[in-house]
């Protein structure tokens, strides 16, 4: 009896230093990614897009595995030339179901989010200073999980919204042929 009390507790003990290096490592970075890095320190990434002070990278060949489970869409985010997030492109229901379960094992039950504008379901995270979000496209079924490092994108948002501001007609809907009366803004309020 006493040698599976020794063996449970090696076993438990195992598994639970495994779990700290994992949630370790995502507090310092993202295998082997370290958060707030130059982008200089990654030779073998290449551009995929960039648009203001974002760029995204991936490195071709690259692959991660999660219980018995590969997965090779990986796209890194840098914001000014710092590390800051990761976007995991997930290519099946079964791939999904392992990274939502590995997930709630490690960091507890999600917040969750249904947008019925987009389609989206997504759970979210929150392991100190990495914000993780899982998402599925319930209509075209596009699933991804993203990792963003919240000190390193300060200011993104905003940056976001103002360059979506400037582009989007989605503020002023109005078509430019319609011909509208305006009323002056203030006047049709009584204020005394």
């Given at each position: 009896m006493?040698?599976?009390?020794?063996?449970?507790?090696?076993?438990?003990?195992?598994?639970?230093?495994?779990?700290?290096?994992?949630?370790a490592?995502?507090?310092?970075?993202?295998?082997?990614?370290?958060?707030?890095?130059?982008?200089?320190?990654?030779?073998?990434?290449?551009?995929?897009?960039?648009?203001g002070?974002?760029?995204?990278y991936?490195?071709?060949?690259?692959?991660?595995s999660?219980?018995?489970?590969?997965?090779?869409?990986?796209?890194?985010?840098?914001?000014?030339?710092?590390?800051?997030?990761?976007y995991?492109?997930i290519d099946?229901?079964?791939?999904?179901d392992?990274?939502?379960?590995?997930?709630?094992?490690?960091?507890?039950?999600?917040?969750?989010?249904?947008?019925?504008?987009?389609?989206l379901?997504?759970?979210k995270?929150?392991?100190k200073?990495?914000?993780i979000?899982?998402?599925?496209d319930?209509?075209?079924?596009n699933?991804?999980?993203?990792?963003?490092?919240?000190?390193?994108s300060?200011?993104?948002?905003k940056?976001?919204i103002?360059?979506?501001i400037?582009?989007?007609?989605?503020?002023?809907?109005?078509?430019?042929?319609e011909n509208i009366?305006?009323?002056?803004?203030l006047e049709?309020?009584?204020?005394?």
């Open positions: 006493k040698k599976y009390h020794i063996v449970i507790f090696i076993l438990a003990s195992s598994l639970y230093l495994l779990n700290n290096a994992w949630t490592d995502l507090e310092e970075g993202f295998m082997g990614y370290k958060w707030g890095d130059d982008i200089w320190h990654y030779d073998g990434l290449k551009e995929l897009y960039n648009k002070d974002i760029t995204f991936s490195n071709p060949g690259e692959s991660y999660i219980e018995e489970v590969t997965i090779g869409d990986v796209i890194y985010g840098f914001y000014k030339g710092k590390f800051y997030a990761v995991i492109n099946s229901l079964d791939k999904y392992v990274i939502e379960a590995r997930m709630k094992a490690k960091y507890g039950l999600p917040d969750s989010k249904t947008s019925t504008k987009d389609n379901f997504t759970y995270w929150k392991y200073d990495v914000t979000k899982l998402k599925i319930q209509l075209k079924g699933m991804k999980v993203a990792f963003y490092h919240e000190p390193t300060r200011g993104l948002k940056e976001l103002l360059q979506e400037e582009t989007s007609d989605r503020f002023f809907p109005l078509e430019k042929k009366n305006m009323t002056p803004f049709s309020w009584n204020i005394r």
